[in-house]
């Protein structure tokens, strides 16, 4: 086997045919060439950086994408690449270290092409690899909030089901009347330290397919998606802003308009950066999964002396959609 570090606009068709077929097979999905080619063109370079495991025969068995992104850094810019889709099939999983082999041979080729910051949100199974054998750095967790919508649906309650959906409806109630009041204030969104450029390439091209409701109403944007989580009918909001920040006059908007799709349960994954009243933090210990953020710092500078720390990064399903 042979390590092959390129651009996206370098791969052959069987690099593609083969890429997807080993995809597939790993992760359990069915995406096809035309979604990876969006997801890998649609990006502010034009084109993504990988390192492709091949085989003897020539076949992709494995790999590790790297997306960049132009990110805000304080007052400046840094191209930010976004680790993703990091995989080998089961059968050429033979070297321990081969990930970390194709990771470090993709380096070079990052720091040519202006990447400063290697960030990443990896699994359960993979962060211990990436922080001990690869030694990447922590930043911190990114935080669940939820709005439950049909407890007894989430709980899966077969007792009383009637009253605990009775409860849920005053509950609701109450936090839409109380959030109301408080849109009307002029609380002001929190500026961040890191944050995605929201004119990225990235952002423009990634969330507007079939799988995301996007909508812009005057001042007000919004996208979300919904999702089917075992049985429980999910909304994920992507993003909701007012004059390009977060408010509450937009979550609001946005949950008027999930709540309309019969949903079961709203959630929204990272930063809030505004004060709110709608949603509930979900406690470390009853989240779906965790979502460890973490980076390697490729070109040292003194711009990254914070970037450690999680308080100092906007960081959710806008940057990437990790659900």
Not at 277 to 296: G, N, Q
Request: glycine share 6%; with cysteine; charged share 25%.
């Amino acid at each position: 086997m042979v390590i092959k570090v390129c651009k996206t606009t370098e791969w052959s068709d069987r690099d593609w045919e083969t890429y997807v077929i080993g995809y597939n097979e790993v992760f359990g999905t069915d995406e096809t060439i035309a979604d990876f080619k969006n997801k890998y063109f649609s990006v502010c370079k034009g084109y993504s950086l990988h390192s492709l495991l091949v085989s003897d025969e020539g076949d992709v068995v494995g790999g590790i994408t790297i997306i960049p992104c132009n990110y805000r850094c304080h007052q400046g810019f840094f191209l930010n690449g976004l680790a993703v889709d990091v995989f080998i099939r089961e059968s050429f999983r033979i070297d321990p270290l081969m990930l970390r082999k194709l990771y470090k041979q993709l380096v070079g080729t990052l720091k040519e092409e202006g990447i400063e910051v290697v960030t990443a949100v990896p699994n359960a199974t993979a962060y211990p690899y990436w922080k001990n054998v690869v030694k990447w750095k922590d930043i911190g967790e990114i935080s669940y909030w939820v709005i439950p919508i049909k407890i007894n649906k989430i709980l899966n309650l077969k007792f009383c089901g009637w009253l605990f959906e009775g409860l849920t409806r005053i509950y609701l109630f109450c936090v839409l009347c109380l959030s109301y009041w408080v849109s009307l204030g002029k609380s002001k969104a929190k500026d961040y330290a890191y944050e995605i450029d929201k004119d990225d390439r990235y952002i423009q091209n990634k969330f507007h397919g079939t799988k995301y409701a996007n909508f812009s109403v005057q001042d007000i944007f919004y996208s979300y998606r919904i999702v089917n989580e075992e049985g429980v009918k999910t909304a994920y909001i992507i993003e909701a802003t007012q004059e390009g920040k977060r408010s509450m006059k937009a979550f609001l908007k946005v949950i008027k308009v999930i709540r309309q799709q019969n949903v079961d349960l709203i959630i929204y994954v990272g930063k809030m950066g505004v004060f709110q009243t709608l949603f509930i933090k979900v406690p470390k210990k009853l989240e779906p999964k965790k979502l460890p953020l973490m980076c390697d710092v490729l070109i040292p500078n003194d711009k990254f002396s914070d970037i450690y720390d999680i308080n100092n990064w906007d960081f959710g399903l806008l940057n990437y959609d990790v659900r």
